[in-house]
């Protein structure tokens, strides 16, 4: 659905048609994923009991509306009205073939599916880590090679995060105390202070206009300083919209969407709205540098954008570099001045920095050290002061996708390293504008590769800045 309704493009009859051919192949495409649960139950492998309920939850919600009344039938109807120069009665008969399609094909495959599911429930574990699978240990240290593209071990990891806590802590504390927040922990002050009205926006559709605006104004700002620190910039553009309401009870935060490769659409940063209680102000800074710009709109539209890469090289998701990229982009924020005269975004950006840190405890605890769920939800709570629902929904995407939540810190963490290698090799002749272009201009790239790219860079930049111009 996400795809059909913010993605697929129907700017003539042409892509009305594929539309439709799409809505029919709704039933292979479900009958291919009950075929993939089945082939996984045979060999002890089932999703966590939560993950089972929450989907169930979602799909009886989506297939309760009338078809005429369901998202993929209103989306289509909308974007072929809109359609000029086609006929009222070839509009009609498109809008009458959509309804059909869901009615005979995607309802009856999401009831297959969910029938699927709600026999598959009852044969569910609570034990949440994969440490429960059959080889789930060595399926765990995969998924950390997989995702940090490190040799990085699960301890490791989880000792790393355990020093990071401890030093962001620090720096949150600092903070508080220089503005009269003594005692208490960073993680009570947190949840304290996004209670406050300041620092909140109303909880309906005025203070949801309010806070796209400002993430608009936020990237707009973001654009003009980065070229301070970056030479490269991307051709396409980006917008800021509300994370669709049919997805956003179980969505993450905030997520970036890739500009189209022939630039028919551009880059999207989403913002989850669903409860203005979770968006407080102090966070809205950390969240468009991270997304939007100089973070993930820039590096995922430069990719695409540069020539010379083969296609598949500008598409490639190692998340530790594109998940580094950003969260340091968080950091060289601070760099780029965004931050100053502003205490309360610089402990936002220190809370967001915590939750990367403790995604590395976390994640290895749940699937490495054996933790139940609550134990991490505490956990993320104590630490980071986020709202609990948040954590919770945090907490889940961790049990589901296992490791991936330890890239983003770990790339930083590499990048930096690299810059500071780089800082003191060159000296006067480092220059952090050709630093983050080569870290950019090559797409996404394991940390060893992108170790390597540094340090022929370092290797030949001082000659080159020798020569004359």
Not at 186 to 211: I, T, V
Request: proline share 6%.
């Amino acid at each position: 659905p996400d795809f059909m309704v913010n993605i697929h493009r129907i700017p003539d009859r042409k892509g009305a048609e594929h539309y439709l051919a799409r809505l029919g192949e709704w039933g292979r495409k479900f009958d291919q994923v009950i075929a993939g649960l089945r082939y996984r139950e045979e060999r002890r492998i089932t999703p966590p009991r939560f993950a089972v309920q929450r989907v169930l939850t979602e799909m009886r919600r989506f297939v309760a509306k009338p078809p005429r009344e369901n998202v993929l039938f209103t989306t289509f109807a909308k974007k072929v009205d809109e359609l000029k120069n086609l006929p009222d009665a070839d509009k009609a008969a498109l809008k009458s073939r959509a309804e059909a399609a869901i009615t005979s094909g995607v309802y009856p495959a999401y009831r297959r599916l969910i029938d699927t599911l709600a026999t598959l429930e009852p044969k569910t574990s609570t034990d949440d880590g994969v440490w429960k699978l059959p080889d789930g240990d060595a399926f765990y240290a995969h998924q950390l090679r997989t995702f940090t593209t490190t040799k990085m071990t699960p301890q490791a990891v989880h000792e790393l995060g355990l020093r990071e806590v401890a030093r962001i802590a620090a720096e949150m504390r600092a903070i508080l105390d220089a503005q009269g927040h003594t005692g208490g922990t960073p993680g009570e002050w947190l949840q304290r202070l996004a209670r406050e009205p300041r620092f909140l926006h109303s909880n309906d559709d005025a203070g949801r206009q309010a806070a796209l605006a400002e993430y608009t104004r936020l990237i707009e700002e973001a654009l003009v300083r980065s070229r301070d620190v970056i030479g490269l910039a991307p051709k396409a553009k980006i917008e800021i919209r509300r994370i669709p309401e049919f997805k956003e009870a179980t969505a993450p935060g905030a997520y970036y969407q890739r500009p189209a490769l022939d630039g028919s659409r551009p880059g999207v940063f989403y913002a989850n709205l669903r409860d203005m209680g979770e968006v407080p102000k102090f966070n809205m800074k950390t969240l468009a540098y991270h997304e939007g710009v100089p973070g993930h709109h820039f590096q995922l539209a430069i990719a695409q954008e540069t020539k010379g890469l083969p296609t598949f090289r500008s598409l490639l998701p190692f998340t530790a570099y594109i998940e580094g990229w950003a969260l340091y982009t968080e950091w060289l924020a601070v760099e780029m001045g965004l931050y100053q005269d502003d205490p309360y975004s610089s402990l936002g950006r220190l809370q967001d920095e915590m939750m990367r840190a403790v995604r590395l405890v976390v994640d290895t605890g749940l699937h490495f050290k054996r933790w139940p769920r609550e134990q991490a939800i505490r956990y993320m709570v104590e630490h980071t002061g986020m709202a609990e629902p948040s954590v919770v929904s945090e907490v889940e995407r961790y049990i589901v996708n296992p490791g991936q939540a330890c890239a983003y810190k770990i790339g930083m963490l590499k990048i930096q390293e690299l810059r500071r290698r780089a800082e003191k090799a060159l000296g006067p002749r480092f220059d952090r504008r050709e630093f983050h272009d080569v870290v950019l201009k090559n797409g996404a790239v394991p940390l060893e590769i992108l170790e390597a790219l540094i340090d022929e860079w370092i290797a030949v930049r001082p000659a080159a800045a020798m020569k004359p111009s």
